[in-house]
């Protein structure tokens, strides 16, 4: 399964010269933990910023209605093509130690975010198949054996 389904909810994107103060504001307003740091046009991507890094540059003394976003860039971003697997994006989170990674298009345009919580709720969602499957499987094996005690006798 590729990133598409990731594309189609809405993207939250600041510029450069956006405040901390300001940033902070639109997690808040958006429900989000991270903002994706992006040229005029909000399309291509120049850098990520967290809530936990507002807060480290608060702690180190920042003033957060005059400190930039901008300021937290350090080089390239991490971003993953949306034809990539959930399995990819996995990969190369723990590759790169990161828990978000922005969608690209072929064109390397901002497409949507894939966050790590994404991927844990998608496995949550194959664990619990997988169980519903195997417990179907059992109880099929017991409706023909008649076995109620939920011990298989291989004798």
Do not use: Q
């Amino acid at each position: 399964m590729s990133l598409s389904r990731y594309t189609e909810r809405p993207i939250c994107t600041v510029r450069m010269e956006t405040s901390l103060t300001e940033a902070s504001r639109r997690m808040i307003d958006h429900s989000v933990g991270c903002l994706v740091i992006t040229d005029p046009d909000g399309r291509e991507v120049l850098g990520i910023v967290t809530d936990r890094d507002i807060v480290w540059m608060v702690a180190e003394g920042l003033d957060p209605t005059k400190a930039t976003v901008g300021g937290l860039s350090k080089g390239p971003v991490t971003c993953i093509p949306v034809h990539a697997t959930l399995a990819e994006a996995a990969d190369l989170m723990h590759k790169r130690g990161v828990r978000r990674l922005p969608i690209i298009d072929a064109d390397g345009r901002l497409t949507g975010i894939i966050a790590l919580d994404d991927i844990l709720i998608e496995l949550s969602r194959e664990l619990h198949n997988v169980a519903n499957a195997v417990g179907e499987e059992i109880s099929h094996e017991r409706s023909i054996t008649g076995d109620v005690s939920g011990r298989r006798s291989f004798i």
